[in-house]
């Protein structure tokens, strides 16, 4: 078995799911579909974002099927897949992992469908704006999404850039979309599509904080995963249940020699002390360091 293979293999349902129809869609499209005019013609006219009025009223399937498309050929085509997906398994694995499948694939789908309807109401307004108008296609909006959702909900999460170092990724998302209003708006970029995407994963975000169902459709999908999960804000059993393997794990090299460093031992005792402290008061009497001395624990 190819290491791909065994990577592949290792993702989580719902990732894996997205990723295979995205790249599956994107290879189909620059090998055969986008040599063919029928298909060619289908494919943009029925299955891309159409934001005009009110011809998207008679393809509201749209608003959901560009968000698997990528339909620009070459170079800079293949780096606007590889961009989505890379991004989408940097943060979308870890998100997935601790809130269900069933979450990502929600969050993934609604905030593409934000970034559609973001971008018809901004084409109605701004008609002349060409970063508002013309066909749109491509995940960037789902990820967005995802980016967003995970930087609210984690707002110590940090991403290390080259060059930059460690950034905060809720900062990286907010200088995107800045740099994204100011230089790209009146190019070819699907702007609109990127802000309603990232709103939406805003809002999906807050929904989630404050133990809104709003993943429940997606459950269907994952019949073999399904688990009652509440938001990590308000219920984070799985990170809990990580930390408790965690400090066991811990004590029993204490145990067994003084092997473990003072620092070690020192975190494992704030760790006990933040548990105590969920068991008494819950998960939002935590404060942010509090938050952020759990989450880091929990990925050892």
Same mark, same amino acid.
């Given at each position: 078995m190819s290491r791909f293979q065994i990577w592949y293999r290792m993702q989580p349902p719902a990732l894996r799911a997205l990723l295979t129809i995205n790249v599956v869609l994107y290879v189909l499209w620059i090998l055969a579909l986008a040599h063919i005019d029928s298909t060619r013609r289908l494919v943009w006219i029925y299955l891309a974002l159409n934001p005009d009025w009110p011809a998207i009223l008679t393809h509201p399937w749209q608003l959901l099927t560009y968000n698997f498309l990528h339909l620009q050929v070459g170079f800079w085509g293949f780096l606007h897949l590889?961009?989505?997906?890379?991004? &989408?398994?940097?943060? %979308?694995? /870890?998100? /997935? /992992? @601790?809130? %269900? =499948?069933h979450?990502?694939?929600? @969050?993934? !789908?609604? =905030? +593409?469908? +934000? %970034? +559609? &309807? !973001?971008? !018809?109401? @901004?084409?109605?307004?701004?008609? =002349? !704006? %060409?970063?508002f108008g013309g066909l749109v296609h491509g995940a960037s909006a789902s990820v967005l999404g995802v980016l967003m959702a995970v930087a609210i909900l984690y707002p110590f999460k940090s991403v290390a850039l080259f060059f930059f170092g460690p950034i905060r990724l809720l900062y990286l998302v907010l200088i995107f979309l800045a740099l994204d209003v100011l230089f790209l708006s009146g190019g070819r970029t699907a702007v609109g599509a990127h802000l309603g995407g990232a709103l939406f994963g805003f809002l999906y975000a807050k929904a989630e904080q404050r133990g809104w169902e709003l993943a429940g459709w997606a459950r269907v999908f994952f019949r073999s995963h399904r688990r009652s999960r509440a938001s990590v804000a308000a219920e984070p059993g799985r990170v809990l249940r990580r930390l408790g393997a965690w400090v066991e794990q811990r004590r029993g090299s204490t145990a067994e020699g003084e092997a473990v460093a003072k620092h070690s031992r020192s975190l494992e005792e704030e760790v006990d002390r933040i548990l105590d402290k969920i068991s008494a008061h819950g998960y939002d009497s935590l404060t942010e360091e509090e938050k952020r001395i759990l989450y880091e624990a929990s990925r050892r």
């Open positions: 590889l961009f989505n997906m890379l991004w &989408l398994v940097w943060i %979308g694995r /870890e998100y /997935e /992992e @601790l809130h %269900g =499948s979450q990502l694939l929600a @969050l993934y !789908v609604l =905030s +593409g469908i +934000g %970034g +559609g &309807l !973001v971008t !018809v109401l @901004l084409h109605g307004l701004f008609p =002349s !704006v %060409g970063a």
